[in-house]
């Protein structure tokens, strides 16, 4: 499943980022690389997501995390 589809409030470990290599180099320099552990603060509708990684509060837009594969996991 994809980063954008965790609930508000869940947890998700990244298992793949997909992407041009400009994309994966950007997010993989902010932190999220596979078996990362993320924790959704925000997933409003046509809004940025927030996400908080690593001791960091980061803001995803819709099509970033389209290419960010996870899988859920209990918070």
Avoid: H, W
Avoid at 13 to 27: L, S, W
Avoid at 42 to 50: I, Q, S
């Amino acid at each position: 499943m994809s980063l954008s589809e965790v609930k508000e409030n869940g947890a998700a470990v990244v298992t793949a980022v997909n992407g041009d290599t400009r994309f994966i180099t950007r997010i993989t320099s902010i932190g999220l690389t596979p078996g990362c552990k993320v924790s959704v603060v925000k997933n409003d509708k046509n809004r940025p997501m927030l996400v908080y990684s690593r001791d960091t509060m980061i803001a995803l837009n819709r099509n970033e995390c389209q290419g960010i594969e996870v899988e859920e996991v209990n918070a």
